[in-house]
Nanobody, 118 residues
Framework: QVQLVESGGGLVQAGGSLRLSCAAS????????MGWFRQAPGKEREFVAA????????YYADSVKGRFTISRDNAKNTVYLQMNSLNSEDAAVYYC???????????WGQGTQVTVSS
């Protein structure tokens, strides 16, 4: 069982930056593939970024490639999402997820709100 708690969301101006964090419980964090997803009002949840168990491989949605960076610190049981050049389309609730592989996520956090003002 893994519990995930996101933090770092908030209000930012367009063009600004935020860093989201996701702290995981348990001693097996390094055995989980970690991902970030987001859901805007009236839209389906969508994939944002993912990182492999050791952090050696990262994956991004086309819409955030070059602006967002996912990273992890297995010693701290934490995964991060650095978000730069934010725009109105990035406004959403961001969720952290953990799974045994990239295709299947079994554990989800409660989400953190990101609001972008123009």
């Amino acid at each position: 069982q893994v519990q995930l708690v996101e933090s770092g969301g908030g209000l930012v101006q367009a063009g600004g930056s935020l860093r989201l964090s996701c702290a995981a419980s348990g001693r097996t964090f390094s055995s989980y593939f970690m991902g970030w997803f987001r859901q805007a009002p009236g839209k389906e949840r969508e994939f944002v970024a993912a990182i492999s168990w050791s952090g050696g491989s990262t994956y991004y949605a086309d819409s955030v490639k070059g602006r967002f960076t996912i990273s992890r610190d297995n010693a701290k049981n934490t995964v991060y999402l650095q978000m730069n050049s934010l725009n109105s389309e990035d406004a959403a609730v961001y969720y952290c997820a953990a799974g045994r592989n990239r295709a299947q996520y079994n554990y989800w956090g409660q989400g953190t709100q990101v609001t972008v003002s123009s």
